[in-house]
């Protein structure tokens, strides 16, 4: 399996909800990633779970949550969001080692958050 | 922080045309990956390059790492219209704070028309 996947695709939700994005690899990679994207520009970092454990948060504000409950799963919780949050929200994955940096590093197809 | 500057931003072309896209550093990269990406999917991996001096072909699409790891380039030769994308450059450091991150460069955006 070389695939990362993500649920849902879609997702339309009101600036009240709370909803979570999902995000599941088999490939034995040990970090995984959060990214947002814009229409036409390169994916933005999020956060970066490095063996289970956040090791990266850029500045992102609270009403995003991560969380890592497993090797293999990445959730990424919303509450309370704005409609300037409205994105593609990406899902990647890669093995990190000592000297090499994330190599491997595999995307999944995005959910794209609408918030209303 | 690392950044990479990728050109053209923008770029039109008939298809059998060839083209090339930049990305340039001052940051030494421990590897650097292309990506490219159709509207409303995720970015798929093209080639990785972690030696300078590196030279990659896929098919038509020939990629270069630069001698010190700093700069890369990609070259579509006969460009055709399902070559239309967003590219994207992107390079990993080894180690530090950045352990594990990815730059983006901008992207470039191509059309191929037929």
């Known amino acids: 399996d070389t695939e990362v996947t993500q649920t849902p695709k879609h997702l339309v939700m009101g600036m009240t909800n709370k909803k979570s994005l999902k995000c599941e690899q088999h490939?034995?990679?040990?970090?995984m990633y959060w990214y947002k994207q814009k229409a036409k520009k390169p994916p933005e970092l999020m956060f970066v779970y490095s063996y289970e454990k956040l090791s990266i948060n850029e500045s992102v504000p609270s009403r995003f949550s991560p969380e890592c409950p497993n090797s293999s799963l990445l959730n990424l919780h919303l509450h309370a969001l704005q409609p300037e949050d409205s994105a593609l929200y990406l899902c990647?994955?890669?093995?990190?080692?000592?000297?090499?940096?994330?190599?491997?590093?595999?995307f999944g197809s995005g959910t794209r958050l609408t918030v209303v | 922080t690392q950044l990479l500057e990728q050109s053209p931003q923008f770029l039109s072309i008939q298809e059998g045309e060839n083209l090339t896209v930049y990305c340039n550093s001052s940051?030494?990269?421990?590897?650097l990956q292309w990506y490219r990406q159709e509207p409303g999917e995720g970015p798929v991996l093209l080639v990785t390059?972690?030696?300078?001096?590196e030279v990659k072909k896929l098919k038509r699409l020939t990629f270069q790492f630069g001698d010190a790891r700093k700069d890369s380039s990609l070259h579509i030769t006969a460009a055709q219209p399902g070559d239309t994308g967003l590219y994207l450059c992107a390079g990993a450091v080894a180690g530090g704070t950045s352990y594990g991150k990815l730059t983006f460069g901008q992207g470039t955006i191509l059309t191929v028309h037929p």
């Open positions: 490939m034995g990679h040990r970090a």
């Open positions: 940051s030494v990269f421990s590897s």
């Open positions: 990647a994955s890669s093995q990190v080692a000592p000297g090499q940096g994330a190599y491997g590093y595999t």
């Open positions: 390059v972690v030696t300078g001096g």
